[in-house]
């Protein structure tokens, strides 16, 4: 599985710290890039601002992303992934805490592929990385259109 990128958007370190940590336990290899803004995540996706010199078409396999976010919020991100072309197959998950049932459907509304919210417990984080892993790393099959221009 350690050719295939993740991006994880997330602004909290705990968190951050938490999901690298299941992720490697989990025996997930993969180069994982961390975003921890909004801002920072669509500078990653479109090859802009300190990632001016990425290859854009070079798409990560999946986005965790997370709702609460500093400078672009994740629905917008989630909005601006769904709008280009190029990114608008991107399989990505919505990792979060809120509990809302507002932050649940607009997620869909927007086009997420899948929302779930943060265990506070780490072993059942760990799970929920694990399965997550298992399904959007080894099972899911991405359209041939992500990345496509």
């Given at each position: 599985m ?8 997330e602004?909290n ?11 490697r336990k ?5 180069e994982v890039?961390?975003?921890r803004d ?5 500078d990653y996706?479109?090859?802009t601002g ?6 854009a078409s ?5 986005v ?21 072309d190029n ?6 998950v ?5 509990k809302e ?9 927007n086009?997420?592929?899948?929302y779930i ?6 072993v ?6 694990q399965?997550?892993g ?12 992500v990345?496509?221009?």
């Open positions: 350690s050719n295939k990128t993740i991006l994880l958007v602004d370190a705990d968190d951050e710290a938490l999901a690298l940590r299941a992720l989990n025996h997930i290899l993969n890039v961390v975003a909004g801002a920072e995540a669509l996706l479109f090859a300190s990632y001016s010199d990425r290859d070079m798409l990560p396999e999946v965790l992303l997370d709702l609460n976010l500093p400078k672009i919020n994740g629905l917008d991100v989630l909005k601006r992934i769904r709008a280009s990114t608008k197959f991107l399989p990505v919505v990792l979060t805490s809120s049932e507002r932050d649940l459907v607009a997620s869909y509304d086009g997420a592929n899948s919210r943060k265990p506070v417990d780490f059942e984080f760990s799970e929920a990385v399965h997550l298992l399904y959007w790393l080894v099972l899911n099959q991405l359209s041939p259109k990345g496509a221009r």
